[in-house]
């Protein structure tokens, strides 16, 4: 088997073919090249010794480093839905594996998922998809999840020293996908996670809270109906006897609520409007660098 490997050397990204190959002296297996590929974004099919041609590495690297790569996620976009209709979990993971060698984790998330996801709900608010085959699409997606979060858990980066982050929603919210892939996510850059979603009642929450003692609360609302109940849930947290910690609200759910100016019993509150996966981990160090100074709602 063969890899494609990129260098960045001074803004720009240059490919090496190489393989693996046993090391006697050594007794360990050492990466070989095979080939100098030159730039990135200019590596074809025809620069591949034939031999390497079908490996699956080296063509998931030329269609997701060319000046294709629109036009490659585009077809791997519609790929995933017709796969998430079908209930194909296999062969989501096997997408997941193709795109994330490159990419990453986010970029699958924010790129593809998302995407994807949202164009379930589309068609299903068009008519297009009857409502067991969205249910379909919506078990597939939190399977191919469930997944991903647990080969992450296999390989934690985690330390004693870590952030420790609570995610839940607000009793009645029973969409969970989301603070699934944010939990994959945020244990992938090392943080202590636990994941209590879908809909717990307030003082559940609170009493977790309590056990788990995290230096972050985060919230998620998928439908704006869920807001009173989301409300209910943060005046508990700020007037139980826990030492309440900084406290993010995010999903598409808030996207409709104007927020105004906050006092000071809502100091610790801060709502992610407009926020993508990629903008979490700003919001996450910045309400915790000062502790409870946290004043001000993050807009994009």
Avoid at 97 to 112: A, D, T
Avoid at 168 to 186: A, D, K, N, R
Avoid at 199 to 228: W, Y
Avoid at 258 to 286: A, C, H, M, T, Y
């Amino acid at each position: 088997m063969v890899f494609i490997r990129a260098k960045k050397v001074k803004g720009h990204s240059y490919a090496y073919l190489v393989r693996n190959v046993w090391d006697n002296k050594n007794g360990r297996v050492r990466q070989e090249i095979v080939k100098y590929l030159g730039r990135s974004s200019k590596v074809a099919l025809e620069d591949i010794p034939k031999e390497f041609q079908k490996d699956p590495n080296v063509v998931t690297f030329i269609a997701c480093h060319s000046s294709d790569a629109e036009k490659m996620e585009f077809t791997m976009k519609e790929e995933m839905l017709e796969l998430l209709i079908r209930n194909d979990t296999n062969s989501l993971v096997d997408i997941f594996e193709r795109y994330s060698q490159f990419f990453g984790l986010l970029k699958f998330y924010e790129r593809l998922l998302a995407p994807v996801m949202y164009k379930v709900g589309e068609l299903w608010k068009a008519g297009k998809l009857d409502v067991a085959t969205e249910h379909v699409c919506s078990n597939a997606a939190h399977t191919l999840v469930k997944i991903i979060n647990e080969r992450v858990s296999r390989n934690p980066v985690a330390n004693r020293k870590a952030l420790k982050i609570l995610i839940c929603t607000p009793e009645g919210e029973y969409h969970s996908l989301g603070c699934m892939v944010i939990e994959s996510f945020l244990r992938s850059k090392g943080y202590c996670v636990s994941n209590i979603a879908p809909s717990v009642p307030s003082d559940a929450i609170i009493a977790f809270a309590g056990k788990f003692n995290p230096d972050l609360i985060m919230i998620s609302i998928t439908l704006d109906e869920n807001i009173g109940a989301s409300k209910k849930l943060i005046n508990k947290i700020l007037e139980s006897r826990i030492s309440a910690p900084p406290i993010l609200i995010g999903g598409i759910g808030i996207e409709s609520i104007r927020i105004k100016n906050q006092n000071d019993k809502l100091k610790k509150v801060r709502f992610l409007k407009g926020i993508k996966l990629s903008g979490i981990l700003p919001s996450i160090r910045e309400v915790t660098k000062n502790g409870a100074k946290v004043s001000e709602t993050i807009k994009k």
